[in-house]
């Protein structure tokens, strides 16, 4: 989302859909099966042993995408492909616009940030 709006309605709907307040997107990567690339010696040889790129994405409550990369070489790991991301770029440099923290339910004078969840591997 490009507004502060956008990013709460993609709470809301985490909120509504699986329970889990100030949600805002959940990442994860995944191995792309290529070819050895001529010359590439095991720069794209993964820890799962095969050659691969890596797709890393986030997704809303919806499963649709709001960030994609494509194209790091497999041995990268999840978190090494996230963090050369513009997404992880802007989100360091405090550019998503993103809400201010809230209270959940339950919780009304305590304030929360708004989180991205992932695996352990992110």
């Not at 805002?24 to 191995?31: F, L, P, Q």
């Not at 070489?73 to 090494?80: E, L």
């Not at 513009?86 to 440099?93: A, G, H, P, T, V």
């Amino acid at each position: 989302p490009k507004t502060t709006d956008g990013w709460k309605r993609v709470a809301q709907e985490f909120e509504e859909q699986w329970n889990f307040p100030n949600c805002v997107g959940s990442t994860d990567g995944k191995h792309v099966s290529i070819q050895k690339p001529p010359h590439s010696g095991s720069y794209y040889f993964n820890y799962k042993g095969f050659f691969s790129i890596v797709l890393m994405a986030i997704v809303d409550a919806n499963y649709k995408f709001l960030m994609v990369d494509v194209g790091a070489n497999g041995r990268v790991s999840d978190g090494g492909v996230l963090k050369h991301t513009l997404f992880w770029r802007k989100l360091s440099e405090n550019q998503l616009t993103m809400p201010d923290p809230r209270g959940l339910p339950g919780t009304p004078n305590k304030r929360f940030p708004y989180v991205f969840v992932g695996g352990e591997a992110c």
